[in-house]
């Protein structure tokens, strides 16, 4: 009979305990427990390095969590770790406009021309939220459409049928979200172009916006069909809706630049589409926190100090996530980065695929470039309803398994596993080795 040899893990179990004592739930972020798979003491982490981060007690992880994203550089990149630093040493807040964030600012605009103008946030949430506002502030109108599954962050208009953690945790509508502002939003199937019309026809002349992730990052990564967002964006146009591209997972994962700047996808031709104004987060700075929005100049000068929609941030624009954010997306410039993080993936898929047939489980594995997801079961996954309909509790198992071989998932069956530039040609047969053991116990269960 088959059996893994778990790795042990108390002092993360002595620190939950201590954590639930004065810490809600004992994480800061729902998505961190593993309420998801079962539930116990999830992994306290103590120090990261490249692909690898070390537990209290001292075990060893191949990271494919990838703090949910930005780490696509690996843990303590020297180059970002140098930028801090240098920061940190020269004033960490000034309340007062800095250079760096006009050359943060090119570097990201030369990289998504779509932005005419940008503003820095602190995290995605804000940017996806701030977007909203703006767009309100142009059109006159109060609705949003949104998509089943698609998750934008925590913010009242957007916490209804979201995806990632309310709908792992099983609250697609979270208590405390007035239902006044929640008839605010619509939400349609991902992937259907003739949803959204039917919600257009219905809603047309209210519908400020139509948000959408464009390559789904939340229940699992999930190309749009060839022809959803030409057919989104001719339809928002259409009904004078502006069009707000989600990017807080997309921009810099598969390529330098967004998806929206990604013509190098077999299917649909991204890059034919430029939205009216994108949110951005995670990778662009560089682990520390950020978050940012632009789009189209007349549309962002809608923006105080010059136009009348308020935003604000003490924190907005601080040197240390900046310089974070200018020396990650400099490193992410190396030549044949992007081409290897496809490379390692699609090595891990291609195992991952063979160990899971070898053993008779039903995985579905969809692959973007340098991330993918699984979902154990035998159809194909392109919308929320699919995604929810694999089994959560082989996933969970997987998942144990994994973690009991020093392999790090998310606890969620909706979530990516990310590559990073730190990622080893070894760590991936490691991963594929320990998934061919998980496969085999799960095959006896
Ligand atoms: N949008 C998307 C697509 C996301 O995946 C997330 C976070 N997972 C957010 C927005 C919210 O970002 P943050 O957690 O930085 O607030």
């Known amino acids: 009979k088959q059996s893994i040899e778990s790795i042990t893990k ?43 981060f070390w537990d209290e007690d001292g075990n060893r992880y191949i990271d494919y969590l990838a703090a949910y994203g930005p780490i696509i550089l690996g843990h303590a990149h020297p180059k970002v770790t140098a930028a801090i630093c240098h920061a940190a040493e020269n004033g960490t807040l000034f309340g007062t406009p800095t250079e760096l964030e006009i050359e943060f600012a090119q570097l990201i605009k030369a990289a998504i021309p779509s ?38 962050g925590h913010s009242d208009l957007v916490l209804v049928a ?6 792992t945790l099983g609250i697609p509508d979270s208590a405390g979200v007035p239902s006044s502002i929640a008839s605010e939003v619509i939400t349609v199937p991902y992937n259907s172009v003739e949803a959204l019309e039917a919600a257009l026809d219905r809603w047309g ?13 939340n229940f699992g ?23 707000i591209y989600d990017e807080v997972i997309t921009a810099f994962r598969f390529h330098y630049g967004a998806a ?20 951005l987060g995670k990778i662009i700075g560089g682990g520390l926190p950020i978050g940012a929005y632009g789009g189209r100049k007349d549309i962002m000068e809608q923006v105080a100090p010059l136009g009348p929609a308020y935003q604000a941030g ?10 974070a954010g200018i020396a990650c997306l400099q490193a992410l410039q190396e030549p044949g ?39 154990f079961c035998s159809h194909p996954v392109s919308d929320y309803e699919e995604a929810q309909d694999t089994d959560g509790e082989q996933f969970a198992r997987f998942f144990r398994l994994m973690l009991d071989q020093g392999i790090c998932l998310a606890p969620s069956k909706y979530e990516a596993w990310f590559m990073t530039s730190a990622h080893t040609d070894d760590d991936i047969a490691a991963t594929i080795a320990a998934a061919e053991r998980a496969f085999a116990v799960m095959a006896q269960d």
């Open 10 to 52: 108390p002092r993360s179990e002595v620190l939950y305990k201590e954590a639930l004592q004065h810490i809600v739930g004992g994480v800061n972020s729902p998505s961190r427990s593993f309420k998801a798979v079962g539930g116990g003491a999830p992994v306290f982490m103590k120090r990261g390095k490249g692909a690898y």
């Open 115 to 152: 932005l005419d103008k940008v503003r820095f946030v602190n995290s995605g949430t804000e940017a996806v939220m701030t977007t909203i506002r703006v767009a309100r502030a142009y059109t006159g109108r109060n609705k949003i459409i949104k998509f089943a599954g698609c998750y934008h």
């Open 162 to 167: 979201a995806g990632s953690g309310p709908s």
């Open 205 to 217: 002349n209210e519908i400020a916006a139509v948000m959408v992730e464009p390559i789904v990052g």
């Open 221 to 243: 990564m999930v190309m749009p069909k060839p022809g959803f967002l030409e057919g989104l964006c001719a339809a928002a146009r259409r009904n004078g809706s502006l069009v």
């Open 260 to 279: 929206q700047t990604f013509d190098g996808l077999e299917a649909p031709s991204l890059a034919a589409i430029e939205p009216d104004l994108t949110a």
């Open 314 to 323: 003490t924190m907005a624009g601080n040197p240390a996530s900046i310089s």
């Open 337 to 375: 980065l992007y081409d290897r993080l496809n490379k390692l993936a699609a090595g891990l898929e291609a195992g991952l695929a063979a160990a899971a047939r070898e053993h008779g489980i039903a995985l579905t594995i969809n692959r973007i470039r340098g991330s993918l997801s699984t979902h």
